[in-house]
């Protein structure tokens, strides 16, 4: 089984990723936490990207997808991606790396949250980040790169748009017979 969670900042995607990684037995794979882990295993990807961080610079997307690769190879049962890819350019490289091993995403889950509902939600986790503004700022990043993912992968019949407002137990059920039609 192999996944993509796409959706806002506060829209559901951290929560449901739980989830569907204990009901299905898959990999988590967090963009930010493989960046972490290689960095303080000081590997060769995470010596490189901690000189580029160092000088305050983003970690390439070369660099991204080579820590992606090492960790995709490394899940047998399959894999969550949870924050990447993040643009079009990201999920180009991500499906032709992918399509090389012969491993393509199966299916994207889309989670659709009004802004309103987003909004309440980042207030209310406490990061000292999520302020109005800072919210505002990442809804317009997500909405000018990473939304038009979206149609990336509905034009290949992958997504599947859920609901991310409501009950999180009902949601879950929602995904899982997104992911597996048998369930």
Do not use: C, W
């Not at 660099?63 to 690769?69: A, N, Q, S, T, W």
């Not at 059920?173 to 039609?181: G, L, M, N, S, T």
């Amino acid at each position: 089984m192999r996944i993509v969670l796409l959706g806002a900042p506060g829209s559901g995607k951290g929560t449901q990723a739980e989830n569907i990684v204990k009901k299905f037995g898959i990999n988590h794979l967090s963009t930010g936490d493989m960046l972490r882990a290689e960095v303080s295993e000081g590997t060769p990807l995470g010596l490189e990207a901690k000189k580029i961080m160092d000088e305050g610079k983003l970690v390439s997307d070369e660099i991204v997808l080579g820590m992606v690769k090492n960790h995709i190879l490394k899940s047998e049962n399959g894999f969550l991606l949870d924050g990447f890819p993040r643009n079009i350019n990201q999920a180009e490289q991500l499906d032709k790396l992918l399509d090389e091993i012969n491993m393509p995403i199966e299916k994207v889950i889309y989670f659709d949250v009004p802004f309103e509902v987003i909004k309440e939600r980042l207030k209310s986790r406490g990061r000292s980040d999520d302020n109005e503004d800072t919210i505002l700022k990442r809804r317009k990043v997500f909405e000018d790169e990473t939304f038009p993912l979206v149609d990336y992968f509905v034009l290949q019949g992958k997504l599947k748009t859920i609901n991310g407002h409501g009950d999180i137990n009902e949601i879950s059920e929602e995904i899982f017979k997104a992911v597996d039609p048998s369930l």
